[in-house]
């Protein structure tokens, strides 16, 4: 939040919109620089800029960044969604995760059924396998920690120590 008197050389974006002089009290100075006419623009066609200062003076002042931004955000989500707004991408973000959990649920339910159907010879007493040959010019990324050749190929005797 930065003091109103950065302000005192050119107006807050609401008094620049509201076309009128801004005051070094203003309660909008703090949250609507001149920088983002838009913001505010939005706010105000939404909510009004009454109903915006009355909020403002009524919230405490440590709360008042979090109102102006959370009325930012839904000024913007009801200009391009005017039925639904915020909650609109919400929806839509729930019925993704839906989608994306049945998903994942599936790939688990084929991970299962192709680890039953496949024979594991240490359950008919064989020795485990040796892991698989790495491919050519393989070097392993000191970043990835999902190499796709497992710790058995970084030890020594590729996998033998057992």
């Not at 009004?48 to 008042?64: C, I, Y």
């Not at 913007?76 to 973000?93: M, T």
């Amino acid at each position: 939040m930065a003091s109103s008197s950065v302000y005192s050389n050119s107006p807050c974006a609401a008094c620049k919109f509201l076309r009128r002089k801004c005051m070094p009290d203003c309660i909008f100075a703090p949250y609507f620089p001149p920088e983002e006419p838009q913001k505010f623009a939005n706010v105000h066609k939404i909510f009004g800029a009454s109903n915006v200062s009355k909020l403002l003076n009524e919230v405490q002042p440590h709360q008042r960044e979090d109102a102006v931004n959370s009325l930012a955000y839904e000024a913007e989500a009801r200009i391009k969604d005017p039925v639904y707004g915020c909650v609109g991408a919400i929806s839509v973000l729930q019925r993704q995760v839906i989608s994306l959990q049945k998903e994942l649920d599936s790939t688990n339910a084929d991970l299962i059924r192709y680890t039953q159907i496949l024979p594991n010879p240490q359950e008919h007493g064989g020795p485990s396998p040796p892991p698989p040959p790495p491919p050519p010019f393989y070097c392993p990324s000191p970043w990835n920690n999902n190499d796709p050749l497992g710790e058995a190929y970084h030890t020594s005797g590729g996998g033998d120590n057992m």
